[in-house]
């Protein structure tokens, strides 16, 4: 689970496009989507997230969040279990 922390700020800012099949973004719970980015290293992840990648802009949608935040937000969405996972 999610510390309560970063809950918070995943429902407002990343879960609208981690969560929406509409969007290119890697789905939460996505094993095979997140297992190409989680292999080039949580750093290098956490860094895109904040400076932006593709069409996600620096910061994705939260202004506040830490590195460490970021951090718990992806190891979430990584290894989440979803209702459609890996559909």
């Known amino acids: 689970p999610i510390p309560a922390p ?8 990343s879960q609208p496009s ?9 789905q939460m719970g996505d094993i095979k989507a ?6 080039k290293g949580l750093p ?16 994705g949608l939260c202004s506040i969040c830490t590195p460490e935040d ?4 992806i190891r979430y969405m990584a290894t989440a279990q ?5 559909k």
């Open 34 to 39: 997140w297992e190409k980015r989680i292999e």
């Open 6 to 13: 970063q809950n918070k700020i995943f429902h407002h800012s």
């Open 82 to 86: 979803t209702s459609t996972q890996n």
């Open 18 to 26: 981690h969560a929406s099949a509409a969007s290119p973004a890697p």
């Open 70 to 73: 970021f951090e718990a937000m």
């Open 44 to 59: 290098v992840l956490v860094q895109n997230a904040m400076q932006g990648f593709n069409a996600m802009p620096a910061g």
